[in-house]
Nanobody, 122 residues
Framework: QVQLVESGGGLVQPGGSQELACVAS????????MAWYRQAPEKPRELVAT???????NYADSVKGRFTISRDNTKNAMYLQMNDLSPDDTAVYYC????????????????WGQGTQVTVSS
């Protein structure tokens, strides 16, 4: 019923910047919290940043001060601006959205995007 599509991944040089985007589409819905996760090979998935429908943000200590999460509720889109990237940031980045549908506003659902690869290397 809902699809989340990430974009913006690719090869980035250390110290460089990159912006990821996630766009939600499908049935009529209202998104509450959105988040970016990432998972590197042989490492557990970690939460990178979250943003509420009101724009309140939280960041993992590893990215705080370097990454900025934002959203455009009108477009059902979320973004992750990544600055001062290092090889430790190399991972598949996943978009997550917690939402409700118009048909059942009080039932919360959790949707995930397919992921986009970010590789930081010289």
């Amino acid at each position: 019923q809902v699809q989340l599509v990430e974009s913006g991944g690719g090869l980035v040089q250390p110290g460089g910047s990159q912006e990821l985007a996630c766009v939600a589409s499908g049935s009529t819905f209202t998104i509450f919290t959105m988040a970016w996760y990432r998972q590197a090979p042989e490492k557990p998935r970690e939460l990178v940043a979250t943003i509420t429908s009101g724009g309140v943000t939280n960041y993992a200590d590893s990215v705080k001060g370097r990454f900025t999460i934002s959203r455009d509720n009108t477009k059902n889109a979320m973004y992750l601006q990544m600055n001062d990237l290092s090889p430790d940031d190399t991972a598949v980045y996943y978009c997550n959205a917690r939402l409700v549908f118009e048909s059942s506003y009080y039932k919360l659902y959790d949707y995930w995007g397919q992921g986009t690869q970010v590789t930081v290397s010289s």
